[in-house]
């Protein structure tokens, strides 16, 4: 058995102004770091036998050559695009070419906040959503993934919960 199918590789990729959180807006976005949510994403992988790749950057570009990267490469993708969730059709674009099981995360619940928040151009490309749950959305995310691509795995999200 090859590491891939032992520990499938979960890439968890952060966008812009997430290497602030603890410092930002705490109210909001709670007091923990991002090496805080790196350590409880990697604990919970490896609770649930996966691997991770936890990255932030600010860049656009970055964002998406890192997603392009997860193809033939991770058997999964969780992502936090933060500012570009609204903004960026590339970044879109990028999460359908790769054709992987994609679950987005925020933080904060955006459909509680400013309407410009609400309309996910990511949404579109994603398996699943979690959106108002903290830092645990992360672990729950990590938790749904293995459902979807751990040992025994339904490869589909209807298929793991049920279609509606
Ligand atoms: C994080 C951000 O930086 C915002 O731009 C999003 C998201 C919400 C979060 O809740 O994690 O609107």
């Known amino acids: 058995m090859t590491e891939l199918m032992s520990h499938p590789l979960i890439a968890v ?7 602030m959180l603890g410092l930002r807006e705490p109210a909001r976005y709670g007091t923990a770091t991002l090496d805080d949510l ?25 964002l998406i050559t890192w997603v392009q990267e997860c193809r033939g490469r991770a058997a999964g993708i969780i992502i936090n695009p933060a500012g570009y969730t609204t903004t960026s059709i590339a970044l879109m674009d990028a999460l359908l070419a790769v054709e992987l099981p ?13 309407a410009f928040r609400h309309c996910s151009f990511v949404s579109k490309a994603a398996t699943g959503v979690i959106a108002g749950l903290g830092v645990q959305g992360y ?16 490869g589909d999200a209807d298929d793991a919960y049920g279609a509606a």
């Open 139 to 154: 672990a729950l995310a990590l938790r749904a993934m293995a459902g979807l691509v751990g040992p025994g795995h339904a």
């Open 102 to 114: 994609v679950i987005e995360v925020h933080i904060t619940n955006i459909h509680r906040r400013e």
């Open 13 to 19: 990729l952060n966008g812009p102004n997430l290497n």
């Open 38 to 62: 790196e350590a409880l994403c990697a604990e919970t992988a490896d609770r649930l036998g996966l691997a991770i790749d936890f990255r932030q950057t600010n860049g656009e570009g970055e």
